[in-house]
């Protein structure tokens, strides 16, 4: 069998490239030329009905901007392409034009995650100016693609260009480009032809119009193209065109119906027949047409269509395949309904059965649902819904399984049960799970639909964060488990790893490993690998083998195989893992486009750890830059997003990190305020049980300690601070114990104790810099800073800068902590105790957010001052610090210990 998605059928339906030119186009110059100045927008959305010339306008920017030169890429849409693996492999090869290399056409066989990263990486590291155009986005409607594109406009370089032809407003945030100027956007009005273009659009036809007629005709169709092309058609066939333009009709869709039908009943009986009967297909080949229509010499027809401008449109890329214009192909829709409503279905039979010789089953299955032949729909699903199942087509089982009539599903519970892994992986686990129990498959007599509800029962249940309830659900089937396993198997033996391992049973989640492992060796599965690597290394990353996870996070990531199970949104499970090593070892680069990537394919599904995880890192990533009001909003989104769920972990998550945040901008009490908010005992009581990698740095108990840590009480922060650690090193929990032991350095350097801080810090580096880790140190803002500049410049720093790559791991630190030179520091600078007494609270808290990186502007606002305030106080500042710019009153400031 063929796979049931090939890039031959996307490049042979012309959905790379923009629609032959005609010579008497019409060049909207004055439009084209907005679009394409040098410092022309970064965005920008030609917006209006079919038949407004927006790709005819799309197209004569894109020629013009070749000209210059300048690398173009095309992607026309369709409601196809809602399916996330589809538009990330069309969009993929639609971007292989960028850099000119065929080798960037997507691979039948690739992965969706390695596709949407190719993706993000060529468009986020495209050295040359380039623009994209991505016609028809009225099309995309799922919530993920939309993400995915409102990501890709993110990661747009300041010579990158996004171009969009769309019928209605795209669903995409634009107002932060609005508001910068980078975004431009056309509506109707604007793409309507002026009276001076219509009259150049007709004087190169016939019958020639007089300037009043032609201007007549303008001002009833309001200078809609499409309708002045109509008209031009009809005209030409009319006794008396003035009395053609006089009668005329203005409004939009009365002006559609009447030009239809009048282009319509202009034609042949044959011609009429021909265009009614292939109405219902989306592209149209003599082929396929022979199939509807085996009397008629189609491929003639088409040619006699073509020539006669009746809205058939050949497609650039291939000359054997056309389309319809789609407001003509609705018009011919509606009246074959009419006129001959037997007649549909036995057309649609015919194409589905066409589309299924063609080793095509996705369009097969399509028209037999758009005809209503359920039962051979229903034939269709149970040949290849499985292999769909397998490649990940969630999206798209889930849109046909719902089309479906449930008495008819019914018949097929094996189809219910697939039902249940779309619902699962599109609308969330809690959906899925009531789904299930409403289609009673538990009862099943089936043993193949038993076996995916053994598989599903464990994962529903982990999704949804009742890892207890999931252990006992899944543990007697893995008791029960053969020694050849199926794919369902060898689903479940990998789900009940990773309940195991968040239970803390590394041990029953190691063996439950190996038998999976064992299983692929025999049938190679991608997910299933993906999901065992993934595993191991989020018990890695527990024990402090960072190194080591970081590297099964990767394999886990790039875990394609041929003819394997290419899940999207398991694969972006194992990638926002590795996007939380990438930004641990201060690739912050890397990390950010590995998460635009993965966390709106992830978003969907709700996984809590990776949503907690990816929203998080993206937040820090934000506060990093310099934009807190970003670093808010993503917080704020992801609490919502646990209220939604209804996943309190997710919304307490939120408030924990949220407290962090407040504390590095020296808010210590809202700090603590927002911890007492995210505090719920019972929550917390049963997440400190688990080993939840969301969690394992993320809780009100140590928000606690650090807040007591850096502006507390040192010597209680350190008792209990000494009790933590010892519970964390005897429950093996050793990422844990790492933090706070980064945290009891603070508290000693706090209690006057600066030897024992350096002693606690020693060890720490080592491991840090063994173990490439970086933002562990980074994210904990001035207070670790201060304190590894001092250590850095004692006898012991000293000693250990001196040793094989610590200067390196050294400079990659002080960049990332952003905090002056990024060289070790020499001798501590000698604190000066009148001025440190000297400086004001107000001057302090300038000086703290100062070290975070705020512009004057940034400090002004959440001091509520003015600019010239925040100067003056600067000013004063570099007095008292006897420093000479903003960077050395900081370095000066962390040396003398005030920060």
């Known amino acids: 069998m063929r796979h049931s998605f090939s890039m031959e059928h996307a490049l042979a339906s012309g959905k790379l490239n923009a629609p032959t ?356 729909a229903l034939a269709l699903l149970q040949a290849h819904a499985e292999t769909l199942l397998a490649e990940g087509r969630m999206r798209l089982l889930a849109r046909w399984l719902g089309q479906l009539p449930a008495a008819v599903l019914a018949t097929r519970p094996l189809l219910q049960a697939m039902q249940v892994w779309a619902t699962c992986f599109t609308r969330g686990p809690s959906e899925a799970s009531l789904l299930m129990a409403d289609l009673k498959l538990a009862g099943s007599a089936d043993p193949a639909v038993r076996a995916h509800v053994r598989a599903l029962q464990p994962l529903l249940l982990s999704m949804m964060d009742r890892q207890e309830e999931a252990y006992a659900a899944g543990m007697p089937s893995i008791a029960a488990l053969g020694d050849a396993l199926s794919f369902t198997d060898t689903a479940l033996a990998n789900a009940m790893a990773n309940i195991t391992a968040v239970l803390g049973r590394y041990h029953e989640a190691r063996a439950l490993l190996d038998t999976a492992r064992r299983a692929q060796s025999r049938s190679a599965s991608s997910f299933n690998l993906m999901y065992s690597e993934a595993v191991e290394g989020i018990i890695d990353l527990q024990e402090g083998r960072m190194r080591q996870a970081g590297a099964r996070f990767r394999m886990a990531v790039r875990s394609t195989r041929k003819g394997a199970y290419g899940q999207a949104n398991g694969n972006a499970w194992a990638g926002v893992l590795y996007a939380a090593w990438v930004y641990e070892t201060g690739d912050l680069a890397l990390a950010s486009r590995l998460l635009q990537v993965y966390v709106p394919l992830g978003r969907d599904v709700g996984l809590p750890d990776h949503l907690i995880l990816g929203y998080v890192m993206l937040a820090r990533v934000a506060f990093h830059e310099g934009d807190p009001e970003q670093t808010f909003y993503l917080l704020g989104e992801l609490e919502y997003l646990g209220h939604q769920r209804r996943l309190p972990r997710i919304a307490a998550s939120a408030r924990v990190e949220r407290a962090r945040v407040l504390l590095m901008q020296g808010h210590p009490q809202a700090a603590r305020d927002e911890l007492g908010r995210a505090d719920d005992a019972d929550l917390w009581r049963r997440v400190e049980g688990l080993r939840l990698p969301a969690n394992d740095l993320l809780t009100p108990r140590l928000g606690r300690l650090r807040c007591l840590a850096y502006d507390g009480d040192p010597a209680a922060a350190l008792r209990e601070l000494d009790a933590d650690i010892a519970q964390a090193l005897a429950a093996r929990r050793v990422r844990r114990a790492y933090m706070l032991q980064l945290l009891r350095a603070v508290a000693l350097a706090r209690n006057r104790d600066d030897a024992g801080a350096s002693a606690q810090l020693a060890p720490l580096l080592h491991t840090a810099q063994s173990e490439g880790l970086c933002r562990v140190l980074a994210d904990e803002g001035a207070a670790v800073a201060g304190l590894m500049q001092r250590h850095g410049a004692c006898e012991t720093g000293r000693a250990w800068l001196a040793s094989d790559g610590a200067q390196d791991w050294w400079r990659r630190y002080m960049a990332q902590a952003r905090i002056g030179p990024a060289s070790p520091p020499q001798a501590p600078v000698a604190r000066d105790a009148a001025g440190a007494e000297g400086l004001t609270p107000k001057e302090l808290r300038v000086l703290r957010l100062l070290a975070e990186g705020h512009s004057n502007s940034a400090i002004a606002r959440q001091l509520f001052v003015s600019e010239s305030t925040v100067r003056t106080h600067l000013r004063h500042l570099n007095v008292k610090l006897s420093a000479d710019s903003r960077t050395q009153a900081v370095a000066r400031a962390r040396s003398a210990g005030l920060l």
Not at 98 to 117: N, V, Y
Not at 320 to 342: E, N, T
Request: net charge negative; glycine share 6%.
């Open 21 to 376: 030119a005609h010579g008497d186009q019409i060049a909207r110059q004055e439009l084209c030329e907005q679009i394409c100045r040098p410092d022309g927008p970064k965005v920008v959305v030609a917006r209006g009905p079919a038949g407004y010339g927006k790709t005819t306008l799309l197209a004569q920017c894109q020629a013009r901007l070749q000209a210059l030169p300048m690398r173009t890429a095309w992607l026309t849409l369709d409601r196809a392409d809602n399916d996330l693996s589809r538009f990330l492999r069309c969009l993929t090869a639609a971007l292989g034009a960028l850099s000119g290399r065929a080798s960037l056409r997507p691979d039948a066989h690739d992965s969706e995650d390695t596709l949407a990263l190719a993706l993000v990486q060529a468009v986020a590291s495209h050295g040359a100016p380039f623009a994209l155009v991505l016609d028809e986005f009225e099309a995309i409607t799922a919530p993920a693609v939309l993400d995915l594109v409102q990501d890709l406009i993110g990661s747009l370089p300041a010579h990158g260009r996004l171009l969009i032809g769309s019928r209605h407003t795209p669903g995409l945030a634009l107002g932060r480009l609005r508001a910068a100027g980078q975004l431009l956007e056309i509506d109707a009005s604007q793409l309507c032809f002026s009276v001076d273009e219509a009259t150049r659009f007709f004087a190169r036809r016939q019958p020639a119009l007089t300037p009043a007629e032609v201007e007549l005709l303008h001002r009833k169709t309001e200078g809609w193209v499409a309708a002045l092309c109509l008209a031009s058609a009809s005209l030409a066939r009319q006794p008396s065109a003035a009395a053609f333009i006089e009668r005329f009709s203005g409004s939009d869709q009365s002006v559609a119906d009447y030009l239809a039908q009048d282009v319509l009943a202009s034609q042949t009986p044959a011609l009429r027949q021909f265009l009614l009967r292939t109405s219902i297909l989306k592209q149209l080949s003599a082929p396929l047409c022979q199939a509807l229509l085996p009397d008629m010499d189609c491929a003639g027809v088409l040619q006699q269509l073509e020539n006669g401008h009746v809205l058939l449109t050949r497609t650039a890329a291939d000359e054997r395949h056309y389309r319809y214009h789609s407001l003509f192909a609705s018009y011919l829709q509606s009246q074959l309904r009419a006129q001959a409503p037997g007649d549909v279905a036995r057309l649609h039979l015919a194409a589905s059965r066409w589309y299924e010789a063609e080793g095509r089953p996705v369009p097969a299955i399509d028209h037999a649902i758009d005809g209503g032949d359920f039962g051979r």
